[in-house]
């Protein structure tokens, strides 16, 4: 069965500076997607960036981009000149490439909480 | 956003009551998801609909059931609610092209 893995519960950055988070997965598949969702304290989940494996070129959507190390099974998300309302939790989620049923659902991290400090 | 509502909003119910969430799409999505929320478990999946009557279980379903009469209509019913049900509920859904999933803004479901 696959697992996500978020090693880091808490992480503080300076505003305007960049941090990274880290996220790893365990999977035997080779085709899959990865999520980085955001829940702000109003509890919305938002998706932040999304990746498909089989694309070798980081994503990247404004101040948000990833990591992608397929064989080291490491998918880490980094936020530059970050800013107050990047105050929030980060979930990492796996989804397989697979199409039907029970394979569609979302693998969860436990969650990142990032604090910005002024 | 994907058009996705919760109703209610909040809800603080007594132990043995039956409870039911209702989560309303506008977006025509095929697939939706209940998941619910609680701290050091992160989201766990309750039930997932794949179309109009067509639902499957999830990693959590003890104690739930779903059911779905309209595309953009997927209701989660607590038989008989416990005090371990008490969490935050999520519905999620996606399009038959899509990947990801969206989030309605969610439930706090409160069982005393």
């Known amino acids: 069965a696959q697992t996500v893995t978020q090693s880091q519960p808490e992480m503080s950055v300076q505003e305007a500076e960049t941090v990274t988070l880290s996220c790893t997965y365990d999977?035997?598949?080779?085709?899959?997607?990865l999520f980085w969702y955001k829940q702000p304290p109003s509890r919305q989940m938002i998706l932040v960036i999304r990746q498909e494996a089989y694309k070798q070129q980081n994503a990247t959507e404004n101040r948000f981009s990833v990591n992608f190390q397929k064989a080291a099974k490491s998918f880490s998300l980094k936020i530059s000149d970050s800013q107050l309302g990047d105050a929030a939790m980060y979930f990492c989620?796996?989804?397989?490439?697979?199409?039907?049923?029970?394979?569609?659902?979302?693998?969860w991290g436990l969650g990142t909480s990032l604090a910005v400090n002024p | 956003d994907a058009g996705i509502t919760q109703s209610p909003r909040h809800k603080v119910t007594e132990t043995g009551t039956p409870v039911t969430l209702r989560c309303h799409q506008t977006?025509?999505?095929?697939?939706m998801y209940w998941y619910r929320q609680d701290p050091g478990h992160g989201l766990r999946l309750i039930h997932y609909?794949?179309?109009?009557?067509?639902?499957d279980k999830g990693e959590v379903s003890d104690g739930y059931s779903v059911s779905r009469s309209k595309t953009e209509d997927f209701l989660l019913t607590l038989e008989s609610a416990t005090s371990s049900q008490t969490s935050v509920y999520f519905c999620a859904t996606s399009g038959t092209g899509n990947y990801e999933q969206y989030f309605g803004p969610g439930t706090r479901l409160t069982v005393t």
């Open positions: 977006e025509n999505h095929r697939y």
């Open positions: 989620a796996y989804r397989s490439a697979r199409g039907a049923g029970n394979n569609r659902k979302l693998i």
């Open positions: 609909s794949y179309g109009v009557k067509d639902t």
């Open positions: 999977t035997s598949e080779s085709d899959y997607y």
